[in-house]
């Protein structure tokens, strides 16, 4: 890899993704702007993250920078366009345990998926793994020693 | 959902009364796993029915329990869980229930209770058990008890959709708890259909008038 990917940003106006990165043979931090070009409220955030991916002028820089992340900072740029705070915009990209999720609306609740997707993904174990069992069975070791969960100190309140 | 969520009573669900046939239903709060679970354990590759008009995904399943084929339908909820309520018709003729909530959310095991209301207003006395999903996101939970579970006598299992420890366990005994459900259900009018089905053929074949009567009492008795 030419470049090191350091860190991503976005600017509004005109909408452009940065990149922060170092260059492998003069050892020099620089920034990159890449404007978003034909990019509206109602574009595709996954499409336009993989049209920048695949750019012919950008692809060296953005080798290391994962495409869900390219794909999150379109959202910012389009919750933009659509009159969204940033930090409205940067709320809906992080968990929160103790957010409502039944409460959100399509679009909302598959930001939130795709963020636990990762994690899910990374746990993952696939058929194609060699050490993948289809019937994995753990016990758990059961008895009165257990903690109790703290989920259970207000139980009174909530009549379980 | 933006509405238009066509009356799932319009289904056909008299198919479940089949001997070898069983309904196993899905509840829990959006994002807690349940079609994770169902794909991780029907493996990759299997396309289930979206039913979109009935905010409803059907899962079907073929396994043999005690040597007799036995075809599995599971429903999964696919979005209806955000009223916060399931339509009757979800539960109708359900022989067993997989009640799912995420280890790292606290207010997905709270809503737990509203869920098992909602159970148990329409099938009180199916199987159903309680399961702690997304373990492998932090295995300290295991060590845990969780006392909704323990105090409604259900049991809980600790189970990672990601990767599948439990899972295959987990639906095989929800197929053996629906199947020994129905042929076991103590749903009294059941029963009593069941007996005055099997009253009415062997009349047919006794054809002798005058105990006719008498032997409609004796049914009519039973406990």
């Not at chain 1, 909302?108 to 990374?122: I, P």
Request: aromatic share 10%; net charge negative.
């Amino acid at each position: 890899m030419e470049f090191v990917a350091k860190r991503c940003g976005v600017k509004f106006d005109p909408p452009s993704i940065i990149l922060v990165y170092e260059d492998r043979k003069t050892k020099k931090i620089r920034q990159r702007v890449m404007p978003v070009r034909n990019f509206s409220k109602f574009s595709d955030c996954s499409q336009a993250a993989e049209r920048l991916k695949n750019n012919a002028r950008h692809r060296a820089y953005l080798e290391g920078v994962p495409l869900r992340q390219l794909e999150r900072l379109h959202d910012v740029l389009r919750d933009h366009l659509r009159g969204r705070t940033l930090e409205e915009s940067l709320a809906s990209l992080r968990l929160d345990p103790d957010q409502d999720l039944n409460k959100l609306s399509d679009e909302e609740l598959a930001r939130k998926k795709a963020q636990m997707d990762e994690l899910f993904e990374r746990n993952r174990k696939r058929k194609e793994d060699p050490d993948f069992v289809y019937d994995l069975e753990v016990e758990f070791p059961k008895g009165d020693d257990q903690e109790t969960c703290s989920w259970d100190e207000d139980e009174s309140e909530d009549g379980f | 959902m933006a509405g238009g969520t066509s009356d799932i009573s319009e289904l056909d669900q008299e198919k479940y009364d089949a001997d070898e046939r069983v309904k196993v239903i899905c509840l829990g709060d959006s994002a807690v796993g349940k079609s994770k679970l169902m794909e991780r354990f029907l493996m990759d590759g299997y396309r289930p029915e979206q039913l979109s008009t009935y905010a409803l995904t059907l899962y079907k399943y073929t396994t043999t329990v005690n040597g007799k084929a036995v075809l599995v339908d599971f429903w999964d909820t696919a979005g209806q869980e955000r009223f916060q309520s399931m339509h009757p018709s979800y539960y109708y003729k359900a022989h067993a229930c997989i009640m799912v909530f995420d280890v790292q959310r606290k207010i997905t095991y709270k809503n737990l209770a509203n869920w098992y209301k909602e159970l148990r207003e329409y099938r009180p006395e199916i199987p159903c058990i309680v399961v702690a999903n997304k373990i492998d996101a932090d295995m300290k939970v295991t060590q845990r008890n969780f006392n909704f579970a323990k105090k409604q006598g259900l049991p809980l299992y600790y189970v990672s959709a990601a990767d599948g420890t439990n899972v295959v366990k987990l639906f095989k005994d929800a197929i053996k708890l629906a199947m020994s459900y129905k042929q076991n259900s103590s749903d009294f009018m059941d029963e009593v259909m069941r007996e005055l089905e099997n009253f009415e053929l062997e009349q047919k074949e006794e054809s002798s008038d005058k105990e006719e009567n008498v032997s409609k009492d004796e049914k009519t008795n039973l406990p």
